[in-house]
């Protein structure tokens, strides 16, 4: 009998089943059950099913054809006292019985046999077991009708009486046709053989009982399958050995089979609609059954907390097999619950997002009806469900026609959970959301997870703006925000802005803006270019994403700052700046020298050296031109100094120049460059000034200044002039007067003139020859090479006797040389003759001489003219006279 409890009332109870003897009630505890035939089964939601056997303790069997059958089921609740009973009385006609009717249920074996006649039972005394079962009469008078002794084969025998046997778990009884031996499994007297493949628990066993006719001995034998399943992904294959030689020991055929579900037969039209099959090999009878069949559930489990499924069905197989010598038959039912092994269903995962719509979608299955989603972590804090919906996430449960579920949930990018990176340079915005669907499994609530991890780029991100402007001085920075906002990592040149260097470059922000004022020399700029009044400074700044660095804007400004890098002073001092430029990255300006090694910087730090110096030292050379002198130097740095192999080059190399012109100044720049390339200076220029006094006497100390002139001086009385080269400190010059003259008017060149020096020496034709007078260095002249002092007597022009005009003005030329090359000569020295050489100049009264000519590349002219001088006439005239 089968007896079906619905979960409805079953559901968090607990089960007690009593079976119902005449006024008694007694308590079916496992042991009890399996030894009184009865079993039950219980899926994890409380469908329950309750089996008894017809041959089962406590039930009312009339001549083996009708039986009533009394249970008292008690549900307890969650409190003890409130207890539910509900009796279940069932009456049950059954006539099929076989010769022998084998039971295998989920809790115990069970065979019956008919009792035959006593001449029928001498016919068969030869198929006893043992030779002892058969010869021993043991003395029965006095006994009560019914079993006395069991002997059991394991395969060694052992006896017991009925008390003992039931003490030991087994039951055994007789009815008023049949005897019965029922054993749980695994009991002492029970053991496993393999048939066919199959592993069996079988028992066999002797029994001994007293009937009216005299004494009997029926011998008994069970087994049961314990095994034989096999899987597929999709099929359940059941193989029963065809033959149990436990049970068969003469030839036979099948001459029924069935196939049943819970116990109740099938069909074929019931089978075909299930996809069920059974049928036969040589060794065995197959049963298929596919997996996921609605006759069987499926439960959900969690081993090292992953989501696996198992399928469970209770298939039956029920066998009738006849003797082909006697004609006898057994019956053999086989009640066998079958469970799949685990099998992982890791969840799928659809991301059903659009990027467009801002909201992450995603929907996650499936599941199992009995998995109930808890909770979900992100990647700040864990929400219930009830939390989710109240945060705005909305989290769904969809339940599927085939009665699994799955869950979805969307969220919107704007959430506090969402993660969020920017990638300015593709105007992308990544958006990322870590999730963790916390679920448990019902009825039991064990917890498992599954991680989820979605993400979404959109184009929503607008770049920050940088720009950038200078001034003499400074770099000034400003940078607009873009959108969404993020904390930028700024990098200035190869350091990134800490609040220290922020200070110190007068960072300011606001909600939209931020600026930088950063000095062209600061150390985080970059020297790219130096001319001789400026330099080329770049300023980098970069903003990254401070996650993943991504490089969110840039700025690379380059500006021209003033800076004088060489000067020429009118004293004969030079001075250099050398700076480290990018493209020179291993100069060390500290080891700068002149192209004397021994003239270092008189400063220097990591990116400026600085010299200061004479242009008659540090091995400084000078050129003359027809416009300038040319003073050259070099800003050296040689790596091979010292080294075993030199290099015939410098490692660096920066020429620096000076050229001196009169009342005239330029600066042209010079520029660095790579060190397979020499780097060069333009000429730098300075003034080199030549100028011509008159003294008030032969002393040369006291001298007319431009408001004395025109200066009045008596006819014959001495004029004391004085040419100096200014602003020199090169002992390697001297000034030459090449030729002085004068004239009646302002204009060099005009007519009448009268000669005073001649190529360097006086006007031998002058009756008063002009006289030169030595130069000695004293507080005001430092290099006498540099001044010529002479006179002349004070003169008129007349013509006919007749003063032509009552002032003169007094012109030089004069030359400056190079007092180490004598080629010109102009250049051999104030009034040095030549032999043979002609010095009359009368030709210069009639205009044929030419002054002022280009001197040599080692002289440089220089053009010179005093003011008007008055005569007075208290002497008397002295008189060039003119035709």
Avoid at 390 to 402: C, D, I
Avoid at 742 to 760: F, K, Q, Y
Wanted: with cysteine.
């Amino acid at each position: 009998m089968r007896l079906s409890l619905d979960k409805a009332l079953a559901l968090g109870n607990q089960l007690e089943v009593e079976a119902i003897n005449g006024s008694q009630h007694i308590v079916l505890t496992p042991s009890l059950a399996a030894q009184c035939g009865y079993s039950m089964e219980s899926d994890p939601w409380g469908n329950t099913r309750i089996y008894t056997s017809l041959m089962a303790c406590y039930v009312d069997n009339k001549e083996d054809t009708t039986f009533n059958i009394g249970l008292r089921l008690k549900m307890y609740s969650q409190r003890p006292s409130d207890i539910v009973s509900h009796n279940v009385m069932q009456t049950c006609s059954y006539t099929r019985w076989a010769s022998r009717e084998i039971l295998c249920d989920r809790n115990y074996m069970e065979v019956s046999n008919y009792m035959a006649l006593p001449d029928a039972q001498a016919e068969a005394k030869g198929q006893s077991w043992e030779d002892s079962s058969k010869n021993v009469t043991p003395d029965v008078s006095g006994a009560a009708h019914g079993i006395w002794k069991l002997t059991f084969y394991t395969p060694e025998p052992v006896s017991m009486v009925l008390r003992e046997a039931e003490q030991a778990g087994y039951g055994a009884m007789s009815t008023s046709n049949r005897l019965v031996m029922r054993s749980p499994y695994n009991t002492a007297e029970t053991y496993s053989e393999d048939v066919a493949g199959v592993p069996m628990e079988v028992f066999r066993v002797s029994v001994y009982y007293k009937a009216p006719q005299g004494l009997s001995v029926v011998n008994l034998a069970a087994a049961c399958p314990t095994g034989g399943v096999l899987f597929t992904e999709d099929v359940i294959s059941w193989h029963v050995p065809r033959r149990v030689t436990p049970l068969l020991d003469d030839s036979f055929k099948i001459a029924e089979m069935h196939m049943g579900i819970n116990g109740q037969r099938l069909d074929k039209s019931q089978m075909a609609t299930q996809g069920y099959t059974l049928a036969t090999t040589d060794f065995h009878i197959v049963l298929e059954i596919p997996v996921g069949s609605p006759d069987g559930y499926y439960k959900s489990h969690a081993p090292d907390y992953q989501y696996h499924i198992t399928y469970t069905v209770e298939p039956m197989l029920e066998v009738l097999w006849r003797a082909d010598n006697t004609q006898e038959n057994t019956r053999y039912k086989i009640l066998f619950p079958i469970t799949t092994p685990l099998m992982p269903r890791p969840p799928h995962i659809q991301d059903d997002t659009v990027s467009e719509d801002r909201v992450f979608s995603v929907h996650l299955g499936t599941f199992l009806h009995d998995v109930e989603l808890k909770n979900i972590t992100f990647s700040t804090e864990v929400l219930t469900v009830e939390e989710c919906s109240a945060r705005g996430f909305t989290v769904q449960e969809q339940r599927l026609p085939s009665g699994t579920k799955s869950f979805s949930l969307q969220v919107p990018f704007d959430a506090d959970v969402v993660l969020t990176q920017h990638n300015f340079e593709h105007l992308v915005t990544a958006y990322f959301l870590h999730l963790i669907f916390g679920f448990i499994i019902l009825p039991e609530e064990t917890p498992f997870a599954h991680p989820v991890e979605l993400q979404a780029f959109l184009q929503d991100g607008v770049p920050p703006k940088i720009t950038g402007t200078c001034d003499e001085n400074w770099f000034y920075i400003d940078v607009k925000y873009g959108s969404p906002s993020i904390n930028f990592k700024i990098t200035v040149g190869l350091r990134e802005l800490t609040p220290e260097l922020a200070e110190g470059y007068n960072f300011q922000e606001n909600s939209t803006h931020f600026s930088l004022t950063v000095p062209y020399n600061a150390m985080d700029s970059a020297f790219e270019l130096i001319t001789s009044d400026s330099v080329r400074a770049r300023l980098d700044l970069i903003l990254s994403d401070p996650i993943n660095n991504w490089v969110v804007a840039d700025l690379y400004l380059a500006c021209s700052f003033p800076l004088m890098t060489t000067k020429c002073y009118s004293n004969g001092t030079m001075t250099a700046l050398a700076v480290k430029v990018e493209s020179v990255p291993n100069l060390i300006p500290n080891l700068l020298t002149l192209k004397d090694k021994s003239c270092k910087p008189v400063f220097s730090d990591e990116r400026f050296a600085y010299f200061s110096f004479s242009v008659d030292s540090c091995g400084t050379t000078r050129t003359f031109f027809d416009h300038y002198m040319l003073y050259e130097n070099e800003i050296g740095l040689d790596y091979n100094d010292g080294a075993a192999y030199k290099s015939t080059d410098p490692d660096y190399r920066q020429t620096i120049s000076c050229y001196y012109v009169v009342n005239d100044t330029q600066t042209v720049a010079f520029s660095y460059k790579p060190r397979s390339v020499e780097p060069t200076a333009e000429i730098g220029s300075g003034q080199l000034v030549v100028q011509m006094q008159l003294a008030q006497d032969s002393l040369y100390e006291v001298f007319y200044q431009a408001e004395d002139y025109p200066v009045v001086q008596y006819l014959r009385q001495p004029l004391y002039f004085e040419v100096e080269l200014m602003h020199s400190a090169d002992p390697q010059l001297e000034l030459i007067l090449e030729n002085c003259w004068a004239t009646l008017h302002e204009d060099r060149t005009s007519m009448p003139s009268w000669d005073i020096i001649v190529d360097g020496c006086e006007n031998l034709d002058d009756s008063y020859v002009t006289m030169f007078h030595p130069v000695q260095s004293d507080t005001r002249v430092a290099i006498p090479s540099h001044v010529k002092r002479f006179s002349v007597k004070m003169f008129t022009f007349t013509k006919d006797k007749e003063v032509l005009k009552d002032e003169i003005y007094v012109h030089c030329d004069a030359v400056i040389c190079d007092t180490n090359s004598q080629a010109d000569p102009a250049c051999r020295g104030q009034c040095v003759h030549p032999t043979g050489m002609s010095i009359a100049r009368n030709q210069a009264i009639k205009g044929g001489i030419k002054r002022g000519q280009s001197s040599s590349d080692s002289t440089h002219q220089r053009q010179l003219s005093s003011g008007p001088i008055l005569q007075l006439n208290s002497l008397k005239p002295l008189n060039k006279q003119f035709s």
